[in-house]
T-cell receptor, first 113, second 111 residues
Framework: GAGVSQSPSNKVTEKGKDVELRCDPI?????LYWYRQSLGQGLEFLIY????????KSGLPSDRFSAERTGGSVSTLTIQRTQQEDSAVYLC???????????FGEGSRLTVL | QKEVEQNSGPLSVPEGAIASLNCTYSDRGSQSFFWYRQYSGKSPELIMSIYSNGDKEDGRFTAQLNKASQYVSLLIRDSQPSDSATYLC???????????FGKGTTLSVSS
């Protein structure tokens, strides 16, 4: 498809388990973002990738969270030792390079029991 | 901590009326401002951007920016039930690496 693709769309896991969320951005988009949205909360910035530059990791809430982007395309967000407060919708967005023009995927809903 | 503040609403307007959505931001150095619309259960989509003081019009939408007052607004003229959604104000950080989003204002347009 032409849009941002995220998988899985839903993930239920037990507290303490590790999870991986995948994002496939729009072809040709150089910038990739991860956000999360909890019930009743706004979008919380997590991490930003731009081309081959060092990522902006300033939004990652703890060292249990990490992300990588391989070959300037697909990105994986990894959450280790999940906690209940990690439950949220994790949104990936890509951009052709102009800050602000973000195209979001449909999100991965994570539920930690 | 850079902040973007919005009234959560809900803001209720009748069909055909003007809906006015407001947003304030804390970083005086911010230069780029955006409005996103998010339908229930869906992802946000960009509807307007504004970079200079004053008004910017696009169809039924007008974005207004006042950097001195650190204030951004979105006016929706001739509101339609299909405009019912949550409207998110977003401000780019000075590094240009992230958008900081407000929590959104929920708009309900009744027919």
């Amino acid at each position: 498809g032409a849009g941002v693709s995220q998988s899985p769309s839903n993930k239920v896991t037990e507290k303490g388990k590790d999870v991986e969320l995948r994002c496939d951005p729009i072809s040709g988009h150089t910038a990739l973002y991860w956000y999360r949205q909890s019930l009743g909360q706004g979008l919380e910035f997590l991490i930003y990738f731009q081309g081959n530059s060092a990522p902006d990791k300033s939004g990652l809430p703890s060292d249990r969270f990490s992300a990588e982007r391989t070959g300037g395309s697909v990105s994986t967000l990894t959450i280790q030792r999940t906690q209940q407060e990690d439950s949220a919708v994790y949104l990936c967005a890509s951009s052709p390079g102009l800050i602000g023009e973000l195209f979001f995927g449909e999100g991965s809903r994570l539920t930690v029991l | 901590q850079k902040e973007v503040e919005q009234n959560s609403g809900p803001l209720s307007v009748p069909e055909g009326a003007i809906a006015s959505l407001n947003c304030t931001y804390s970083d005086r150095g911010s230069q780029s401002f955006f409005w996103y619309r998010q339908y229930s259960g869906k992802s946000p989509e960009l509807i307007m951007s504004i970079y200079s003081n004053g008004d910017k019009e696009d169809g039924r939408f007008t974005a207004q920016l006042n950097k001195a007052s650190q204030y951004v607004s979105l006016l929706i003229r001739d509101s339609q039930p299909s405009d019912s959604a949550t409207y998110l104000c977003a401000v780019a950080n000075q590094a240009g690496t992230a958008l900081i989003f407000g929590k959104g204002t929920t708009l309900s347009v009744s027919s």
